[in-house]
């Protein structure tokens, strides 16, 4: 009986993958601590040194024997793998096909995939909700895609001051399983988005004011590294590794569970009011009011807002929105008072405002991005200032119709948005050591986004609308020049393929997150056999549309 180390490493020799591997041995130690059980190999070699071509194949086939068929999706089983796919929100995503989609049900079988990717050099792609706009983010050709939808546990701590949340829910499934307890934890506004992605990359809520973003609010991160080694980062625990996830991405390992901390709270106050885009400039005024505050102190941390602007192809109508929150209930048809001056607003179409759970405000989002069509996200920061706010609107305005007349029949739907970064959430990012965002030292005030977002239904248009917001990006940050009013950070999880968020980070912040991935990832895995999403030296797309 050849031993088990032979027994793979000749599996490997006759389908020739184990070039330019140098750490083989090791790996094998690893996968053989884990618990795979490398003899099954013997019985099955000739069969897959004839059948296998590449090195992706045969991770999948070694991971549905190492766990069961009922793991794997390979692409050939076309049912299966069409519902695999129909899972991601953007039909660029949905267009990528693996070699095979892994659905592991815990963090060693992860471990497991990672090793097998690395002795096989297959490159991976890993899913949370799956929500991303561009191809690549999520899901990867002829790679391995981990799906971790199976990893959906959510668990209130005996104190109720902690939530344990398993990578693959959705913060639906969140809230959802929370409120009947009467708490909830800091996360995000749309009902799809999975737990992952939104909090690696930082993760703007609705109680961003009160808490911080989502990233500020984990009290530990289980994460498998690049060695198969499942860590436990903490401020305590790895804390260089733990302040790297708070905002650096895919880019150290993948984590399987957030323990996030948990705060009470029943039914909230919100929802949106629609006017005609002709009341802009009163909406911008009462927005920079909101984010400035009184005499420059932030008024009431309770409260929260977006800004909306969108085009609706199916009228021909340019609409404004709000979309108002606040933590506290409202009583007998009342109001916050810190949204006065919005409900002063003349014209107004629809509101949509009332008591509801954080998990129907999400749903209400949810419903105005559908899943399966096209779209791009783009995403530059200023300074809050109302000149750039009406510059960005003026220029997106201008160009979005432009497209919509070129373009023709169709699905159409561009919108943009504007969300400000307050005070109170800078100063929520300096605790627990800080994290990654480079936003914590700010001293220029608060901030504002400007996101770009566009949804069609047809791969023809793509060029057009590509290379359409790239010139509104630029005519934007032209016009932040010339106002003094540019900032550097770009919101991860809104930036585009073209985009480089990491860089935004600032220079120290960019050295700090490349010791931190050397250390915990010498060989470099997450940078070149998980390409995908927001790597640390460059943006997904190396070219401009």
């Known amino acids: 009986m050849p031993t088990r180390k032979r027994v793979i490493s000749y599996l490997f020799a006759i389908l020739g993958i184990c070039n330019g591997v140098t750490t083989t041995g090791d790996l094998l130690q690893e996968l ?73 049900a815990q963090a060693k079988e992860i471990a497991v995939a990672l090793l097998l990717s690395r002795l096989a050099e297959c490159q991976f792609a890993v899913k949370s909700g799956g929500h991303a706009a561009f191809k690549g983010a999520s899901n990867i050709e002829n790679g391995l895609t981990i799906d971790l939808g199976e990893l959906n546990h959510i668990a209130l701590s005996p104190s109720g001051n902690t939530a344990s949340i398993g990578t693959g829910n959705t913060w639906y499934d969140v809230y959802t399983a929370l409120e009947p307890l009467n708490r909830t934890v800091v996360g995000g506004r749309v009902a799809s988005v999975g737990i992952g992605g939104l909090v690696l990359g930082g993760g703007i809520s609705y109680l961003s004011n009160i808490y911080g973003w989502a990233c500020d609010n984990i009290a530990e991160y289980e994460v498998v590294t690049a060695s198969g080694a499942i860590l436990y980062a903490s401020e305590a625990s790895h804390p260089d590794l733990y302040w790297a996830l708070r905002g650096g991405g895919n880019n150290f390992g993948i984590v399987t ?5 948990a705060y009470p709270q029943g039914q909230m106050w919100g929802g949106d009011r629609v006017f005609p885009i002709a009341v802009n400039t009163s909406l911008i005024q009462n927005f920079v009011a909101f984010g400035r505050g009184s005499n420059g102190t932030f008024e009431d941390p309770n409260a929260a807002i977006i800004m909306s602007f969108a085009f609706d192809t199916s009228s021909g109508t340019w609409l404004a929105v709000t979309s108002l929150e606040y933590a506290i209930p409202q009583q007998n048809g009342s109001r916050p008072a810190v949204f006065d001056g919005f409900f002063h607003v003349p014209d107004i179409l629809s509101d949509g405002t009332a008591n509801k759970f954080m998990s129907e405000l999400t749903h209400d989002l949810d419903v105005l991005s559908p899943r399966g069509y096209r779209d791009t996200y783009w995403e530059v920061t200023f300074l809050l200032d109302e000149r750039i706010i009406s510059a960005v609107l003026e220029i997106w305005q201008e160009e979005a119709e432009k497209l919509t007349t070129t373009l023709g029949s169709g699905v159409q739907l561009p919108a943009l948005d504007f969300q400000v970064i307050t005070e109170p959430q800078l100063e ?16 220029s005030g608060p901030l504002v986004i400007a996101h770009w977002t566009y949804m069609w239904d047809d791969a023809s248009k793509d060029p ?12 934007a940050k032209a016009a932040g020049e010339a106002l003094g009013a540019n900032h550097q950070f770009i919101y991860m999880n809104y930036a585009s393929q073209f985009q480089d968020p990491v860089s935004g980070y600032g220079p120290e912040n960019k050295a700090r997150l490349l010791a931190v991935s050397k250390k915990y990832d010498p060989h470099g895995v997450f940078q070149a056999l998980q390409p995908g999403y927001f790597k640390l030296d460059r943006a997904p797309a190396q070219i401009s549309p």
């Open 464 to 475: 057009a609308i590509l290379e359409g917001y790239q010139r509104i990006v630029d005519r």
């Open 257 to 261: 569970r957030f323990t996030a901390y």
């Open 32 to 104: 053989v601590y884990l618990g795979v059980d490398i003899d099954t190999g013997t019985s099955t070699i000739g069969g897959l040194g004839s059948s296998i071509s590449d090195g992706c194949h045969f991770v999948c086939d070694a991971l549905a024997l190492s766990f069961g068929t009922d793991r794997i999706v390979e692409c050939d089983d076309q049912s299966a793998y069409d519902t695999g796919v129909s899972e991601y929100w953007s039909a660029q995503q949905s267009e990528v096909t693996p070699a095979c989609l892994f659905r592991p």
């Open 428 to 443: 929520h990012m300096r605790r627990a050591g800080g994290n990654a965002l480079g936003l914590a030292d700010e001293g």
